[in-house]
Structure formats: C-alpha cells, structure tokens
C-alpha cells in the first residue's frame, strides 16, 4: 500500500507514519505540516502544543489531564468514544460518532 501511495504521490518528500489509539495512516505531507508536528511535539510536551499538529485523536493526549496515555491507558467503546484513567472523554476514532453517548 505504501509503495503504491508513493507512486501516486511521487513529488512528496515528506511522509506521515502514524499509528494511534484506534487508527492510523501513511499520507504524503508538505514541509509546512512536517514543520508544524516537529514545533508541536518539542519538550515540554503540552496538550495546547500537540493539539496544533492536527492529529485526530491529539496524539493520546487529554487536554483536561494535560498528559499523553498510550492506548493500553485508554478506555476505548466500540464506537472509539474513549475515556482516559481519570474519567476524561473524547473521540480517539476518526470516524466516531456520539452514538454512545
């Protein structure tokens, strides 16, 4: 699947590889995004930063905890609603819908 991405997107230099909670991808992205996740993701690392990157599930992160948790720490439902150690929610699936709410 990589390989055939690259050959449509020949011109690219730069390629996300990202595995989150619930999802993941391999897009092409221009230097303006690659520099906007390397400014988010320098120590310290805080959610308000992270959130710039623009990942859908703000890298595990929960703003209200201001702390990143991996995805054995995240209660995810069936639907990717999920629920940090402290009880915090928020979608960790790009293509949830509150239907668990």
């Known amino acids: 699947m990589f390989d055939a991405a690259r050959q449509r997107h020949d011109d690219q230099q730069w390629w996300l590889i990202f595995s989150g909670i619930e999802a993941g991808n391999g897009d092409p992205v221009d230097l303006a995004r690659a ?12 959610f308000a930063a992270v959130t710039t990157a623009g990942f859908y599930d703000d890298a595990g992160f929960c703003g209200p905890c201001d702390a990143p948790y991996c995805h054995r720490h ?3 439902s069936n ?3 999920g629920t940090c150690p402290h009880g915090h929610g928020k979608s960790l699936d ?8």
């Open 35 to 46: 520099t906007r996740i390397a400014a988010a993701f320098t120590e310290p690392y805080r």
């Open 74 to 76: 995240w209660n995810v």
């Open 79 to 81: 639907t990717g609603y």
């Open 94 to 101: 790009p293509f949830w819908w509150p239907d668990d709410l």
